[in-house]
């Protein structure tokens, strides 16, 4: 490991003035936008598709952000977790269980299960509002488009605070393959990544990719002797692209994974001083098997292209299905070293699997109008039976529990936007999405053994609601390169139901649908013939009826329910600068204000008294005010070969991170991290070679955090699930 570190410290001082961040630059994701040209000045577009057609980022009236496919691979990044730093005001929150994706500080609570996300993910064109459709998104994608603040007219369903659209790399009509071979030095393992892509016939193209992982975890486990969490993962993705004419083209993806992480991630720590982060644990294997998660998910889509006379219509169909469980336990290991008993676990056994059908047309670009109308139909089913054990000394009870919660879903809706242009440079741009979502579901509980801990309820409940989202935009060209834009729109997520809290009765089994408004508005420029963008926003977000869900540490119970309201008001901006292909630099950053507006009979924080509070005028957890990352690239040629640099520095103020917002336990320190890549390789970049360091700095930072007290367990403490310190890994890959 020593030699290692001093290598990649080598190329940091070799490569000191060349280091960076490589431009965001977005690759198609289908046809359009494979064609759109590139900036005749600068060469610098970054295409996207967040309005339903291909578009330069610097004409979308929108507040995002661009992660390029090939920013991805380079610092070989798997999930949400590992891009966040690229991405200001966005953050996901990492557990044993479930991983949740805030943006703008909103996002739906890891704790109820059957929760839909407040920002939904589209894996092309796919919704996937649970974060086990896609456990490892970031495979030989073109680029990843985050959208923040609502996006309820065009992505529709559940969207209140954004969305994030993942586009897959599709079959090339040239022949290409290639593989990457990577071994982490700090996680033991490899990552093996390839794929083949080119024409079949004369009017289809096939791509074949895969990707193998095994890696060794971060944490020493001292109950099992190995470290946590180590990951496997096999994955294959299959497409295919059929032009038989000009005037119609279909595209189908199936892509299947089987995941596995082996151990947690939760370590004990205080909780009576700050957060005191560590890489050692302690648990013992009983009595639910392996603490870890299994997850074997299928994602499929067909999307079909026909011009209707001057128009497109295209047809999006959609498969998902997920089955997947969850095992946890917690560090046994007290904040003095003692171990005591293993006191509580749980495990979350999930079934599910949706059919989706999209329809729109798309009329031609150019004109004083243009549109695109839809509608969209889905089905799902839902099954999550967690088993819950209990070794309360205290009272000297044993128990052990399993809940039955089954949802079955449908969803309607309505789409359209329309863009009218009165004069050269305004732009009017109004959408309207109406959706009626259906839901019923059920809850049980059933003693497998030992005694009766917590009450074993059932509840049932349906939802029939109708939810309208409208937005209106703006958007005018002071010039070529200069353009301003003014957005309103609403989104919304439906209700649903409490999924896994013992103790659930009828009347408490459903919760309703939260509803945002969003005022925003921002210049986008181009300057110096196209070699640099600067973009700002300020906007203002609120919630009502906003979903939540909190741990109750001293009733080892989940609170779900609706807050009153909370408002966000910030600003973010981005500014790049590429004067050739030898050297760019991009920075980003965000500034928060966010708070509860009216939240009365809340759970209480830390320091509180009574049963409910009052948190009118507190900070939402797992915000910070600040956010940013800094990205520099740098390029030297060498004879035939060349020398690339790339280097980000992404970091957040402080935040609190546990449900009850303790200042101690419950609070993470601001932190800045910074990724490093060095690779070299010839001209042509038929092959090469690459050294990679993920957090340099070796912050040990904390996702989440809760306090684990007496008599749930004879020792109380937090715990704090850790995030990976710094890890080092070679690289070596080839393509033709």
């Known amino acids: 490991m020593k030699l290692a570190h001093s290598i990649l410290l080598s190329g940091v001082a070799i490569s000191a003035m060349t280091l960076g961040a490589a431009p965001a630059m977005a690759q198609a994701a289908d046809t359009a936008a494979a064609a759109a040209p590139a900036d005749a000045a600068g060469g610098n577009e970054i295409i996207v598709t967040a309005q339903k057609r291909a578009q330069n980022l610097q004409d979308v009236p929108i507040s995002m952000e661009v992660v390029s496919g090939e920013r991805i691979a380079d610092f070989a990044a798997v999930d949400f977790k590992a891009v966040q730093n690229y991405v200001p005001n966005v953050f996901v929150q990492q557990t044993n269980g479930n991983d949740t994706i805030y943006i703008r500080g909103f996002g739906s609570p890891p704790q109820n299960f059957s929760f839909d996300q407040a920002v939904s993910v589209y894996m092309d064109g796919i919704y996937a509002g649970k974060m086990r459709q896609a456990l490892n998104p970031f495979f030989d994608v073109a680029r990843v488009e985050v959208m923040r603040g609502p996006q309820g007219a065009l992505y529709g369903k559940n969207t209140p605070a954004g969305a994030v659209s993942v586009v897959s790399a599709g079959p090339t009509s040239t022949f290409q393959a290639g ?69 119609f083209d279909l595209t189908a993806k199936l892509e299947m994974s089987n995941a596995q992480r082996i151990g947690g991630l939760g370590v004990s720590s205080p909780t009576t001083t700050v957060q005191q982060p560590k890489l050692t644990r302690y648990t013992e294997e009983f009595p639910l098997g392996r603490e870890g998660y299994l997850n074997r998910s299928v994602l499929g889509s067909v999307v079909a292209n026909v011009k209707v006379g001057t128009h497109t219509l295209t047809s999006i169909t959609g498969y998902s299905w997920f089955n997947g469980s969850v095992t946890n336990y917690f560090d046994q290991e007290t904040p003095t070293g003692a171990i005591v008993e293993n006191s509580v676990a749980n495990k979350y056994p999930e079934n599910f ?16 109008l243009e549109y695109v109308v839809g509608a969209y139909y889905d089905t799902a089913k839902y099954n999550v039976d967690p088993f819950l054990y209990y070794n309360v000394q205290a009272f ?82 002071l010039s070529r390169d200069l353009m301003v834009y003014a957005v309103y729109g609403r989104g919304s997520k439906s209700g649903g139901f409490v999924s896994n809290t013992l103790g659930t009765v009828s009347s408490t089994f459903v919760y309703k649908p939260e509803r945002s408004r969003n005022w925003e508005a921002g210049i986008k420029s181009t300057l110096w013939d196209g070699r640099a963008t600067v973009n700002l926003s300020v906007y203002d977000t609120k919630f009502t009826d906003l979903q939540t869900s909190s741990y109750n540490p001293d009733t080892s119970s989940y609170i779900t329910k609706n807050a009153a309201s909370a408002t966000a008001t910030g600003i973010e901006g981005s500014i790049r600068i590429a004067p050739s292909k030898y050297f760019d630099i991009t920075a980003s950053a965000a500034y928060q204000d966010i708070k509860y507006d009216s939240y009365p009979n ?26 940013g990352n800094v990205s520099v690239h740098g390029r030297v040629d060498i004879s035939d070969y060349k020398l690339d640099g790339t280097a980000v ?7 609190f991170d546990s449900d009850d917002q303790s200042p101690l336990y419950g609070y993470q320190k601001g932190y800045a991290k910074l990724d490093l890549r060095v690779q070299f390789a010839p001209q042509d970049e038929s092959w090469h070679v690459a050294l990679i360091g993920k957090n340099l700095t070796d912050k040990i930072t904390t996702g989440s955090a809760f306090r684990l007290p007496f008599p749930i367990t004879s020792s109380t403490r937090s715990i704090l699930f850790i995030e990976p310190p710094r890890n080092i890994a070679v690289e070596a890959g080839f393509k033709f």
């Open 602 to 627: 809340a759970p209480c924080l830390a320091g509180m008294t009574g049963t409910t509070c009052d948190l009118s005028g507190y900070r939402l957890p797992y915000t910070s005010k600040f956010t």
């Open 179 to 247: 593989a990457t071979a990577t071994y982490n030095f700090d996680l033991q393992g490899y990552d093996l990544t390839g794929f083949v892509s080119g024409p079949v016939t004369d009017t289809l193209s096939v791509r074949v990719a895969a990707r193998l992982q095994n890696q060794e975890g971060y944490i020493k486990n001292l109950g099992t002797g190995r470290d946590d969490p180590r990951n496997k993962l096999a994955l294959v993705r299959v497409s295919a692209l059929w032009e038989p004419s000009d005037s």
């Open 649 to 655: 520095l992404g970091g957040r103020s402080g935040f």
């Open 353 to 368: 699997r949706q059919f989706s059908q999209e329809v729109r047309l798309l009329s031609p670009t150019g004109g004083a």
């Open 396 to 477: 000297n009870i044993v128990s052990l529990n399993q809940t039955y919660f089954h949802q079955n879903s449908r969803t309607l809706s309505a789409f359209g936007q329309a863009t009218v242009r009165p004069f050269d440079g305004l732009r009017l741009i109004g959408s309207l999405r109406y959706t009626n979502t259906h839901k019923d579901a059920t809850f049980s509980g059933k003693l497998l053994a030992g005694q009766i801990f917590r009450a074993l309820t059932s509840a049932q409940g349906k939802i029939s609601e109708g939810l309208v989202d409208p937005s209106l935009t703006v958007q005018y060209d």
